[in-house]
């Protein structure tokens, strides 16, 4: 099965799922997500394409209560609006990713929990289409189920 993804090129499967995709730069060192031109740490011009990873941890979040406004189009009106929520997720190698979470219950929510990258639907291409975007959802810990 294809999955059409908004965004395609920020990440690739993987075994055990979607996994975020970055760059780093050669000089410094410095990781970037999404893939970045030119380092904002030491100037340099020069990067590796590299793998961000699939897990992270919950920097900070908020919960989106009202449908944005353009350029947002996932094709939801005010009224069938689904609030979400959004957060940064602090990755291993120290980036923070903004994103969506498929959490959108403010009980569920802690700074610091563990998160792991998933697809969530987001809406709908020209053609009618489902298209997926990624997501952080809160990682089971081991004896949870």
């Known amino acids: 099965m294809q999955t059409n993804l908004a965004g395609g090129h920020l990440l690739r499967a993987g075994a055990q799922g979607p996994i975020l995709l970055g760059s780093r730069c050669r000089q410094c060192g410095e990781y970037y997500f ?10 340099a011009s020069e990067f590796e394409s590299c793998e961000i990873g699939r897990e992270g941890r919950l920097w900070s979040w908020t919960i989106q209560s009202f449908l944005p406004k353009a350029p947002y189009n996932s094709g939801e009106t005010e009224v069938d609006f689904q609030p979400y929520g959004v957060g940064y997720v602090e990755m291993p190698c120290g980036v923070k990713v903004e994103s969506r979470l498929t959490v959108a219950d403010p009980q569920q929510l802690r700074i610091g929990m563990p998160m792991e990258l ?22 089971a810990a081991e004896g949870d189920a």
């Open 34 to 43: 999404p893939i970045a031109d030119n380092c904002t740490r030491c100037s």
């Open 118 to 139: 998933t697809l969530v639907r987001y809406g709908r291409n020209a053609a009618g289409e489902p298209l997926h975007t990624f997501a952080f959802a809160p990682l």
